[in-house]
């Protein structure tokens, strides 16, 4: 459950980022957005190894 709630927490912490880059047009923003949406990929790819993992497990 702590990936979960990490992968939560990035995506809460880039809400503003999506605002100022899709809504004002800030390019840095949009750098951000990228950035934290690698992150989240990396994240996700993490947790889905750590469950397979667990299932195959048992």
Known sequence: ???FEQLRD???SLEGDFEK???KGNQAAGTRVRKGMQEMKNLAQDIR?????IKNSN
């Not at 190894?49 to 993992?53: L, S, T």
Request: proline share 0%; charged share 45%; hydrophobic share 45%.
């Open 49 to 53: 190894k750590e469950v397979q993992d």
């Open 1 to 3: 459950m702590k990936r």
């Open 10 to 12: 990035l995506v809460m």
């Open 21 to 23: 880059f899709y809504d």
